[in-house]
């Protein structure tokens, strides 16, 4: 079974710009979260979406947005980058359902985002 | 609020030492706890995972047991191989479900020297 897919892989923008990244879930996976890693905060929770909707957010900016695909591919959104948004923005998918227990996530490689 | 605490780094340690990092966690109820680890320029892989008190989890000789008494889920392995330098970090995953939220720990950062 092919893993968490991203795409792209590394991306360079200048401040100001906008960026979409993708992520591909494991197959039969609906819940898709996605986090930014950086050396000074580490992991950290953007959303999650389940079934093309949102269903949990962690404390970024509205400049952070994201959306899920009926087939449960999604997509993240940085509008007007600045410097410090510079970080490896990791997608996660899981099987998890509702009223079911979170279950194992499992990650994709990332996309290293810089902002010059 | 659910929180994990994970021993600072980085840890280096020759190869064959053993190997321990600390985890202790803050939740309500029994949150399933789980190890992950980053290898260079990579994603985050499963290492091993608990779901209730007591279990241990194990997978290439690294091995935690859920402590709920301590709040802990150590890792630890016996004898370490250059090949396991990496970042590993604990996480848990909370009991209610208010979604697919995991808490991760800081990350401790191993280097294994031949």
């Known amino acids: 079974k092919a893993g968490v897919t991203q795409t792209p892989r590394y991306l360079i923008k200048t401040r100001g710009q906008q960026v979409t990244l993708s992520c591909s879930p494991i197959s039969g996976h609906r819940s898709v979260s996605w986090y930014q890693q950086t050396p000074g905060q580490g992991l950290q929770f953007l959303f999650e979406y389940f079934s093309e909707t949102q269903r949990n957010k962690g404390n970024f900016p509205g400049r952070f947005s994201g959306r899920q695909f009926s087939n449960s591919r999604s997509e993240m959104n940085v509008s007007t980058l600045e410097l410090g948004d510079s970080a490896l923005y990791l997608c996660a998918s899981s099987l998890a359902w509702f009223g079911a227990r979170a279950d194992t996530q499992y990650f994709g490689p990332g996309t290293r985002l810089t902002v010059l | 609020g659910d929180s994990v605490t994970q021993m600072e780094g980085p840890v280096t340690l020759s190869e064959e030492a053993f190997l321990t990092i600390n985890c202790t966690y803050t939740a309500t109820g029994y949150p399933s706890l789980f190890w992950y680890v980053q290898y260079p320029g990579e994603g985050l892989q499963l290492l091993l995972k608990a779901t209730k008190a007591d279990d241990k989890g194990s997978n290439k000789g690294f091995e935690a047991t859920y402590r709920k008494e301590t709040t802990s889920f150590h890792l630890e392995k016996g004898s370490v191989q250059v090949s396991d330098s990496a970042v590993y970090f604990c996480?848990?995953?909370?009991?209610?479900?208010?979604?697919?939220?995991?808490?991760f720990g800081t990350g401790t950062s191993l280097t294994v020297i031949p």
């Open positions: 996480a848990l995953s909370p009991p209610t479900n208010t979604g697919n939220q995991f808490y």
